[in-house]
């Protein structure tokens, strides 16, 4: 299911309403860097068509290229090789506060397990 997207920031910056500082583009993604990182590396990736998140994506092949675009987000970035944490977290109790699918590429520092 999809929402409206006219106050989707992530459908506004697919559309250049909103800046932001794109990394790498795919005819079906963007990846831009997080306004708020938390790591050296923090890039999100996430569809051009709005998807409210993980649980609401219906395409199999949407998602496989998203996890491809993060890989090739990681080798860009430099961190493939020591190590980088993709992360998409779903609804509310995960932490997800923008509704518009995406993925987090964590690198350039160690991480910790569990995640908090
Ligand atoms: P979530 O909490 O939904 O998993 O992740 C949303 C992420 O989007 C957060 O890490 C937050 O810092 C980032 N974010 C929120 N608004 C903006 C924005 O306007 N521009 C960019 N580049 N990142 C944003
Ligand atoms: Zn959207």
Do not use: K
């Given at each position: 299911m999809t929402t409206g997207t006219?106050?989707?920031i992530f459908c506004r910056i697919v559309?250049?309403?909103m800046r932001a500082e794109v990394v790498y583009r795919t005819p079906t993604a963007v990846a831009i860097r997080d306004v708020n990182p938390q790591a050296p590396v923090h890039v999100l990736v996430f569809p051009t068509e709005h998807v409210d998140s993980l649980g609401e994506a219906a395409d199999p092949g949407l998602l496989g290229s998203l996890?491809?675009?993060a890989r090739e987000v990681a080798a860009r970035e430099q961190v493939?090789?020591?190590g980088y944490r993709v992360v998409i977290n779903t609804n509310a109790e995960a932490g997800q506060t923008v509704p518009h699918l995406h993925l987090h590429v964590l690198g350039g520092r160690r991480?910790?397990?569990p995640p908090g």
């Open positions: 006219s106050s989707c559309r250049g309403e996890l491809v675009t493939d090789r020591r991480m910790t397990w």
